[in-house]
């Protein structure tokens, strides 16, 4: 039986009191909770996180200076500046998102959310097992999926006019969408389910970066599924094309496929570390 991974919970104002002490003022995952803020009201937003941290044990006062636990500063760090990191949403349809950060250094690796506003949870990822254990219950009614099976045809997008499409789509002008996968050269029933999959569907966004420790990052690469009511569409970058992306119609299983190989860099640096 495989126990709980280890599990950090804190209050935005607690995040924003750690990252002041480590001399940063946000991170990925936190946006800018704090602009728009007067002196006055910053400082009372981390002296409120400070003080909650005092209460629960997490700090203490030395020297009259804060000395943060260290398992809090080692969850925090590593997500704060991690060497390869996954970015894992959902995006539904009214453009709502549930982003999970997952997080590696040569030493650490952590789950970063946020499962409701102004709570974030930091989830130690022990083992590359926990870590694909993780992936894989985020993704398993896309895994199990086998009511939309694979389909043969592909076609190329370039990247500027599916950011115009999906703009379109979410403006409710479909007759643009139409007319720019029109011209990649899907028709008739194709492309009315895929207009209407994009329209109705919940998207996974996966975006993945390493080498970000380093004076210029070493790579980077992303992909977008819709699930729609009738099949997957996939949009992963062309290898032959840079600035190009291949949309293709993969089955459930090929998704999650697609996924954990967007994790390798992540999987190394745990392998690496164990």
């Known amino acids: ?56 044990g997490l700090c203490r006062i030395e020297n009259d200076q804060l000395v943060m636990d260290d398992m809090m500063v080692a969850f925090v760090g590593a997500s704060l500046i991690p060497d390869a990191v996954l970015l894992l949403s959902a995006l539904a349809p009214d453009q709502t998102s549930d982003p999970h950060y997952f997080n590696a250094t040569q030493y650490l690796a952590v789950e970063h959310l946020s499962p409701r506003p102004g709570v974030h949870e930091f989830i130690h990822l022990a083992s590359e097992e926990v870590l694909v254990n993780r992936l894989e219950m985020l993704l398993a009614a896309v895994a199990v999926d086998t009511a939309r099976a694979a389909q043969p045809e592909t076609w190329t997008i370039a990247d500027p006019q599916l950011n115009e499409a999906l703009q379109a789509i979410r403006a409710s002008q479909s007759d643009t969408a139409r007319e720019i996968f029109a011209g990649c050269g899907l028709s008739g029933a194709q492309l009315d389910e895929l207009l209407g999959d994009l329209t109705g ?29 009738h099949r997957y569409w996939l949009f992963s970058p062309c290898q032959d094309a840079p600035g190009d992306l291949l949309i293709s119609n993969p089955d459930g299983k090929e998704c999650m496929k697609t996924i954990m190989r967007l994790a390798a860099p992540l999987r190394e640096l745990m392998r690496a570390s164990s």
Do not use: C, F, K
Request: proline content about 5%; overall charge negative.
């Open 201 to 229: 569907g919940t998207a996974w966004v996966a975006m993945a970066g390493w080498g970000l420790r380093e004076p210029s990052p070493s790579g980077g690469s992303s992909m977008i599924i819709y699930i729609g009511q």
């Open 1 to 56: 039986m495989t126990s709980e991974p280890l599990t950090l919970t804190m209050t935005t104002d607690e995040v924003l009191a750690v990252l002041q002490v480590m001399g940063a003022s946000t991170m990925n995952g936190l946006g800018e909770p704090l602009a728009g803020l007067s002196e006055h009201d910053q400082a009372a937003r981390l002296n409120a996180g400070a003080e909650t941290l005092l209460n629960r």
